[in-house]
């Protein structure tokens, strides 16, 4: 079984990259000295820090192992790979809802990076795979749990 192509912008691979920076030389650090404090508490078969601690830690390990996959599997979109006559990875799209008139920009990003609150929205979330590869002035459907929602769109940016 092949593991899965993780699809990153520039900016999304260097966050990945100090993510799994800080998680190796930061973080590894700091667990292991709470693991060697609570260890001097004594008896660790009922020391709550110990067991909170050695969490962490499985945490901490278990996050390493998976941005290492990521980066090891990664496709890195530059910026000069972005079409700006159709909508693909890494573009900055407006799009319009029609029955209501508003407006929202969103980029589009592999699903390692997405962020909704920053409007970073994946390619295979819905939006995401009801835009990609269209142009401007192409009216989507993008279906949801309370209907269809028509998008017009408007803008295909860097």
């Known amino acids: 079984m092949s593991d899965k192509q993780v699809i990153l912008t520039q ?16 973080k590894r ?13 004594g008896d660790i078969s009922e020391n709550s820090e110990y067991e909170d601690a050695k969490n ?19 496709r890195i979109i530059n910026n000069d790979e972005i079409d700006t006559d159709t909508v693909s990875i890494g573009s900055t799209v407006i799009v319009e809802d029609l029955e209501f008139g508003d407006t929202m920009e969103y980029t589009i990003v592999g699903t390692a ?13 819905p939006v995401g795979k009801a835009i990609l590869g269209k142009q401007k002035g192409t009216v989507v459907e993008v279906n949801v749990p309370a209907g269809v929602i028509q998008y017009k769109i408007v803008e295909i940016k860097l």
């Open 113 to 125: 990076e997405s962020d909704p609150l920053k409007n970073k929205i994946s390619n295979e979330s």
């Open 29 to 41: 650090r700091e667990v292991a000295e709470r693991i060697k404090v609570a260890i001097g508490y």
């Open 11 to 26: 900016d999304g691979l260097k966050k990945l990259e100090e993510e799994l920076d800080n998680l190796k030389s930061v």
């Open 56 to 74: 962490e830690q499985a945490f901490i390990e278990g996050r390493v192992l998976t941005l290492e996959k990521m980066l090891r599997n990664a």
